[in-house]
């Protein structure tokens, strides 16, 4: 994991994503350092499966399954890092 941050943008996008697979409601706070596997949210493998399959539809692109572990769901950060460091290997250059 980098020590970049992602964009404001993406992770509105991954909160919305977030709030609509875990069915949370807007009263619900979600920020950066929202711990995402041992939080209030919890994760599970599955929910961690789903929001990967929503994260590849919303960006465009394919995560290889060993391609993301535990530590890509430490925070709503940390998984934004992740999306924005997939989604400059796949914008082309000029774009």
């Given at each position: 994991?980098?020590?970049?941050?992602?964009?404001?943008?993406?992770?509105?996008?991954?909160?919305?994503?977030?709030?609509?697979?875990?069915?949370?409601?807007?009263?619900?706070?979600?920020?950066?350092?929202?711990?995402?596997?041992?939080?209030?949210?919890?994760?599970?493998?599955?929910?961690?499966?789903?929001?990967?399959?929503?994260?590849?539809?919303?960006?465009?692109?394919?995560?290889?399954?060993?391609?993301?572990?535990?530590e890509v769901f430490k925070t709503v950060e940390s998984l934004a890092v992740f999306v924005?460091?997939?989604?400059?290997?796949?914008?082309?250059?000029?774009?």
């Amino acid at each position: 994991m980098t020590a970049q941050s992602s964009h404001p943008d993406v992770i509105g996008r991954i909160v919305e994503i977030i709030r609509r697979d875990l069915m949370l409601g807007p009263e619900t706070e979600i920020n950066p350092d929202t711990p995402l596997f041992g939080g209030e949210f919890d994760l599970d493998s599955l929910d961690a499966l789903l929001l990967m399959q929503s994260l590849e539809k919303t960006f465009g692109f394919k995560v290889p399954t060993e391609a993301f572990g535990p530590e890509v769901f430490k925070t709503v950060e940390s998984l934004a890092v992740f999306v924005q460091g997939l989604k400059g290997q796949t914008e082309q250059p000029g774009s």
